[in-house]
């Protein structure tokens, strides 16, 4: 009984520290200067729809990787409770160190469809697996400046060595609370998984040559490829709630590192981070009022070592 009353009230104290940070990340949003983004938007008004559903799309291809990590561990996801609990996580972008990420394993276990301990070892192979893709793709891009016809066989070498690592260390986490399943890895869904993510990755750096493609300056294709996955990530490792500030300001460096003119970084940047990050915000704040609507099921939660072979 206390334990669970501490559990309660853990997780009321967790969305009021997410809705204080939520309502902050907003002020800054609101107290800064959007008339310049306003003109460009109003100037290039015709590619707000191109714009909005590559970001979908984006969002897409991570739900459908999580949702596939997800069923491998055995837990239901592909209904409408999957996809809510997928977009409440989108509340939790402000978040410092990624800890935004609890918001989905917190939803699926009030919904009684796992274990607090299997949805949090779900989340982190998730983040393992996106954490290669985005490495993959970074280290293909550099390659292909380079030596472009090696570019498949470092992708695909990285993708493997680091699932051959991801392998080794759930043989050593075997008799340990920290259990992954060994077979996990070697399965050709998981090579799959990653190369979804990394299509989502790429997706979000054909967003930011979307809104960047007219500016002057010598910024191309490879450069947004490179340059917006590469500055979201950067912006991630610092731990600020969300990377506000070091996204932005990677962002502006890399664009005026390819000549595009001072007067429309900030411009440019503030553009591209309010469709591919503010706009999710009060989507997930609205999935998760949606889901406490929602009664909870009465399916029982998945065993720990159960892993689909595909």
Known sequence: MLESRLFRYSRMFAFLLLGVITVYGLYHLMNSD????SAYWKDHGQIIPVLILISVFDVILECLAWMWVYHRFGIEVFDRVGILSFLSGRAGLLMPAQ??????????LKQKRTSLSVALKAEAVIFALDSISVVSL????IIYRLYPVATPIVVLA?????MFLGNFVAERLTHTRLHLPVEFWWKPATLLIVLVSMAG???HGVALHVVVSELPGEMTLWDSLFFGPGSAVLGVATGLPGGIGATEGFLGASLRIRSVPVEHLAIAVAAFRLITFWMWIPIGWIAIAIMRRMPPATAKPAEPTRVEAG
């Not at 800890?99 to 699926?108: H, K, Q, T, Y």
């Not at 970074?138 to 891009?141: E, I, M, R, T, V």
């Not at 990285?158 to 680091?162: D, E, F, G, K």
């Open 201 to 203: 990755w790429v997706a």
């Open 158 to 162: 990285i993708i493997t060595t680091s």
């Open 34 to 37: 959007w008339a310049e983004v």
């Open 138 to 141: 970074l280290a293909g891009l």
């Open 99 to 108: 800890l935004g990420r609890l918001i989905r394993p917190d939803a699926m």
